[in-house]
Every structure is written in structure tokens, then in C-alpha cells.
């Protein structure tokens, strides 16, 4: 089976040219034999990747020589060879350098074809595909995906991928932050902002062992999620990737903003510093129960020891009905309720000093009160906001915290990274996530 390839020019001369030539035995056939194998398909995108490039730059050549002013075709001055890298592998193109026309006209003007065809060292389609499989894998790991599937004449090195990444990482962060204000088809509902922190192990020499990564969603209403992350002690500021997100999804000064966090002062402060206008925070709920939940089981073990039902009294009332106060949005009721029952087990520091379980409720029911005082403006009416269907957590951060960091960079895969080595890669996971990366009009040449 001989495979060839016909191409036609612009003055509609055609060329027809061999490929490969696959052989099969009809005698021995076997299900091996069926189809084309990973080899051969890799030897025909290869050779045809040289044909058609080859075929390009001959096309692009011959409208070169043809000078806009008199018509008349320029002379080549000498033949030189290009190298450049693409998805179905290395090309290596003969192309030549015109001299300047008799006319006196320019050599290269701003129309050539040539110098814009074969602007770079790689294309960018290879530099986006090996971003996004740098960012989802481990460089070497990636490196060894493209070599299984792709044609090569060398090995893909790690440290181009990480480079190359690096490249596309930067074009699209400042193809984010430079991006003008967006209508948004939302009218004035507000933009909701979900933000959480996770920490990463840091190379070593940094200034300390682990540094936050802040990520989350920024959702309205008629557009796709949009997710965000940024690290610490880098040129771009968390607060100008969130003000790039909230801006791709309509956002405009002015407008109301919700941020859903788990009650940490910072993550608040960047949203603030992104919108430079007051917004609304509203405490997740996970984590607000989640203490609760706390309590509650540490009193289900004791509360049957000792007749603790009678010596404490305020306790057994108030522990079944937190739950139900701060659900409603009864933030001073819970708070006094909480009051009571420090107040009761401060009653009795004998129980505190004899049972440890004791003492552990009392840290608990501490905490949840330094807790509600921190966020009690941020805590509303749940129920009513979660038969509304309005949102009541930050579960979209969570998960944006899953999908960007712990995926790729916790867990499993314990690399230290350095703050701009991370932000580059969070950048590319979170356009791949939101498929901004096939869509992003990025300038790759090199």
C-alpha cells in the first residue's frame, strides 16, 4: 500500500509525492496487522509534516519574489535551512534571502509571507500542547507521553517543557490582566467570588517551609466559572488575578460583590484590593458546621457520664439547637447560648481536670466563640439563601483547590516548588480547566 500525498499550488500546478509505503500480507493476516501501527502512523505524519511545510514555505516564497512595485521577480541571494520544531515533529525547510529589487524598492517589506511563516523556533500549537500536558503531569512524565505518541528525531527534554511553559504561562497572564472590562448580560445580580488557601511544600532556601497558594471561582450569572490562583512574592498580585477574573466575567466598578470564604481575614482582603469597594462576605457554611459537628460528637461520648445531663444543664440545652440558631442566622442567640455554656464549665473545673473528653469540649466550645465573634456580621440566614438557590459555601473553591493544586502539586506528587514556578504552572491549569488555552491569541514566537 503506497501512500501519497498531491499538492496543489496557487498557480494550480499539482505535485504528487510518496509518503510511505505500508505492507500488509493477506496470506498471514493477523489482528496485529489490522490498521496502521503507532510506528507507521508516526512515520506518515512525519513525512508528511516535511512535504507540507517544505510545500509552504516554496509557496510563500514564490509570492515573496514577485516585487509589488514593478512586478518583476528579485533575485536570490543565497539558500538558507531552517529548523522548526512542530506537534508531528522536527522540520528542516530550504528557504532563500531575496536581494533588493532593481527597482530600488525594499527587500523585505511588511507583506512578505516568508519572515512571518517561519517566525519562531516552534509552533505554537506544540508549545500550548506541551503547556498543558507539563501542567497536568510531571515534566518528565509529559516528556515521555509526547515521545510514545509523536513523532520525533530527538527525545523531548523535561526542561523544554518547563520552559515552554513557562512562556505560555506569562502570555496568559498578561493577556488576562491586559483584557478590557467585559458586558455582562447578568444586569445587576452580583458577582460571586469563592476563595479558599492551600499550602505547598517550598524549595529549599526559600524563607520558610511551605507558602499559601490563594485560588478559587468567580461565578455570574449567564457565563461559564471562571477560575483563578496566584502565589505570594511575584510581579502580578493576587489581587490583580482576581480583578482579571471578576473582569472576564462582566464585573464592573460598582457592582455588588459576594465573596465566600471560610472566615480568613486575607483571602477577604484580596478580593477588597482587587474591587477597591466594599463587599459582602459571607462565612461557608462546611466550615461553620463542620465545628459544630465537632462539638456535638464530643458530647454524645460524655454526656452520659457522671450524671453530666444535670451538672451540666446549659450544655445538654444548648449543644442539640447551635446547629438549628446559626442555620436560621440567630448569630446573637448562638452567641449567648455559647456564653452559657462556657460559663457552666467554668462552674465546674473539677470535671476539666479529671476527664480529658471534658476539657476537649471546653477548646472546642472556646473556639467556636473566638469563631462567631471574628464572622458574626458574615453569617447569615442559610436556610433562607439554600431554598432561594443562592449558594451557602465555598465548595466551588474547594474544588478549584482539588482541580489546580492538590491535582498537581500535593498529594501524590510531592515536588517543592519555587513561587513563580508555581504561579506559572497554576496559571496553565486553570486555563485548561476553563478552556481558555485554545482560545487565548497568544504571541509563542520566539
Given at each position: 500500500m503506497i501512500i501519497?500525498?498531491?499538492?496543489?499550488?496557487?498557480?494550480?500546478?499539482?505535485?504528487?509525492?510518496?509518503?510511505?509505503?505500508?505492507?500488509?500480507?493477506?496470506?498471514?493476516?493477523?489482528?496485529?496487522?489490522?490498521?496502521?501501527?503507532?510506528?507507521?502512523?508516526?512515520?506518515?505524519?512525519?513525512?508528511?509534516?516535511?512535504?507540507?511545510?517544505?510545500?509552504?514555505?516554496?509557496?510563500?516564497?514564490?509570492?515573496?519574489?514577485?516585487?509589488?512595485?514593478?512586478?518583476?521577480?528579485?533575485?536570490?541571494?543565497?539558500?538558507?535551512?531552517?529548523t522548526i520544531h512542530s506537534l508531528f515533529g522536527l522540520c528542516r525547510v530550504r528557504a532563500p534571502r531575496l536581494r533588493r529589487c532593481e527597482c530600488g524598492s525594499s527587500a523585505r517589506l511588511a507583506t512578505?509571507?516568508?519572515?512571518?511563516?517561519?517566525?519562531?523556533?516552534?509552533?505554537?500549537?506544540?508549545?500550548?500542547?506541551?503547556?498543558?500536558?507539563?501542567?497536568?503531569?510531571?515534566?518528565?512524565?509529559?516528556?515521555?507521553?509526547?515521545?510514545?505518541?509523536?513523532?520525533?528525531?530527538?527525545v523531548h527534554n523535561h526542561r523544554t517543557l518547563s520552559n515552554r511553559l513557562a512562556k505560555v504561562a506569562d502570555q496568559i497572564e498578561k493577556w488576562d490582566v491586559a483584557s478590557p472590562y467585559r458586558l455582562s448580560r447578568a444586569g445587576k445580580s452580583p458577582v460571586s467570588v469563592f476563595i479558599d488557601g492551600a499550602y505547598i511544600r517550598a524549595v529549599p532556601g526559600y524563607q520558610s517551609r511551605h507558602f499559601e497558594i490563594a485560588m478559587g471561582r468567580v461565578v455570574s450569572e449567564g457565563r461559564a466559572p471562571r477560575q483563578f490562583a496566584g502565589a505570594p512574592h511575584i510581579a502580578t498580585g493576587k489581587h490583580d488575578i482576581v480583578r482579571a477574573a471578576m473582569r472576564a466575567q462582566g464585573w464592573l466598578p460598582g457592582r455588588a460583590v459576594s465573596v465566600f470564604s471560610d472566615g480568613e481575614v486575607g483571602l477577604q482582603n484580596i478580593v477588597v484590593s482587587a474591587t477597591r469597594q466594599p463587599v459582602t462576605h459571607i462565612l461557608d457554611w462546611f466550615h461553620l458546621s463542620m465545628r459544630l459537628r465537632h462539638i456535638e460528637q464530643v458530647w454524645e461520648g460524655i454526656k452520659y457520664l457522671q450524671d453530666l445531663n444535670v451538672y451540666l444543664r446549659d450544655v445538654a440545652i444548648h449543644v442539640p439547637r447551635l446547629r438549628h440558631l446559626l442555620w436560621s442566622g440567630y448569630v446573637r442567640e448562638a452567641s449567648e447560648a455559647v456564653k452559657q455554656m462556657l460559663a457552666q464549665l467554668d462552674q465546674h473545673p473539677g470535671f476539666r481536670d479529671a476527664l480529658g473528653k471534658i476539657r476537649r469540649l471546653y477548646e472546642l466550645i472556646g473556639n467556636l466563640h473566638t469563631y462567631l465573634l471574628q464572622n458574626e456580621a458574615s453569617i447569615v440566614n442559610y436556610c433562607r439563601r439554600y431554598w432561594s438557590g443562592q449558594p451557602i459555601s465555598s465548595s466551588p473553591a474547594e474544588s478549584a483547590a482539588n482541580s489546580l493544586v492538590n491535582a498537581r502539586m500535593n498529594k501524590k506528587r510531592q515536588m517543592r516548588w519555587s513561587p513563580i514556578g508555581a504561579h506559572r504552572v497554576l496559571q496553565v491549569r486553570a486555563a485548561v480547566a476553563d478552556g481558555r488555552l485554545k482560545k487565548a491569541k497568544l504571541n509563542l514566537a520566539a
Amino acid at each position: 500500500m503506497i501512500i501519497s500525498v498531491e499538492l496543489v499550488g496557487v498557480n494550480g500546478v499539482r505535485q504528487r509525492r510518496e509518503i510511505a509505503n505500508v505492507k500488509r500480507s493477506v496470506d498471514d493476516a493477523r489482528l496485529d496487522d489490522f490498521g496502521l501501527s503507532l510506528e507507521e502512523a508516526k512515520e506518515i505524519q512525519l513525512h508528511l509534516q516535511k512535504e507540507l511545510t517544505q510545500f509552504q514555505t516554496d509557496q510563500a516564497v514564490q509570492r515573496d519574489r514577485k516585487c509589488p512595485h514593478c512586478d518583476c521577480s528579485r533575485q536570490v541571494h543565497d539558500y538558507r535551512s531552517r529548523t522548526i520544531h512542530s506537534l508531528f515533529g522536527l522540520c528542516r525547510v530550504r528557504a532563500p534571502r531575496l536581494r533588493r529589487c532593481e527597482c530600488g524598492s525594499s527587500a523585505r517589506l511588511a507583506t512578505d509571507c516568508t519572515p512571518t511563516l517561519l517566525n519562531g523556533r516552534a509552533t505554537p500549537e506544540l508549545e500550548r500542547i506541551q503547556a498543558e500536558l507539563g501542567s497536568r503531569l510531571s515534566f518528565r512524565e509529559a516528556a515521555r507521553v509526547l515521545d510514545i505518541f509523536l513523532p520525533t528525531a530527538r527525545v523531548h527534554n523535561h526542561r523544554t517543557l518547563s520552559n515552554r511553559l513557562a512562556k505560555v504561562a506569562d502570555q496568559i497572564e498578561k493577556w488576562d490582566v491586559a483584557s478590557p472590562y467585559r458586558l455582562s448580560r447578568a444586569g445587576k445580580s452580583p458577582v460571586s467570588v469563592f476563595i479558599d488557601g492551600a499550602y505547598i511544600r517550598a524549595v529549599p532556601g526559600y524563607q520558610s517551609r511551605h507558602f499559601e497558594i490563594a485560588m478559587g471561582r468567580v461565578v455570574s450569572e449567564g457565563r461559564a466559572p471562571r477560575q483563578f490562583a496566584g502565589a505570594p512574592h511575584i510581579a502580578t498580585g493576587k489581587h490583580d488575578i482576581v480583578r482579571a477574573a471578576m473582569r472576564a466575567q462582566g464585573w464592573l466598578p460598582g457592582r455588588a460583590v459576594s465573596v465566600f470564604s471560610d472566615g480568613e481575614v486575607g483571602l477577604q482582603n484580596i478580593v477588597v484590593s482587587a474591587t477597591r469597594q466594599p463587599v459582602t462576605h459571607i462565612l461557608d457554611w462546611f466550615h461553620l458546621s463542620m465545628r459544630l459537628r465537632h462539638i456535638e460528637q464530643v458530647w454524645e461520648g460524655i454526656k452520659y457520664l457522671q450524671d453530666l445531663n444535670v451538672y451540666l444543664r446549659d450544655v445538654a440545652i444548648h449543644v442539640p439547637r447551635l446547629r438549628h440558631l446559626l442555620w436560621s442566622g440567630y448569630v446573637r442567640e448562638a452567641s449567648e447560648a455559647v456564653k452559657q455554656m462556657l460559663a457552666q464549665l467554668d462552674q465546674h473545673p473539677g470535671f476539666r481536670d479529671a476527664l480529658g473528653k471534658i476539657r476537649r469540649l471546653y477548646e472546642l466550645i472556646g473556639n467556636l466563640h473566638t469563631y462567631l465573634l471574628q464572622n458574626e456580621a458574615s453569617i447569615v440566614n442559610y436556610c433562607r439563601r439554600y431554598w432561594s438557590g443562592q449558594p451557602i459555601s465555598s465548595s466551588p473553591a474547594e474544588s478549584a483547590a482539588n482541580s489546580l493544586v492538590n491535582a498537581r502539586m500535593n498529594k501524590k506528587r510531592q515536588m517543592r516548588w519555587s513561587p513563580i514556578g508555581a504561579h506559572r504552572v497554576l496559571q496553565v491549569r486553570a486555563a485548561v480547566a476553563d478552556g481558555r488555552l485554545k482560545k487565548a491569541k497568544l504571541n509563542l514566537a520566539a
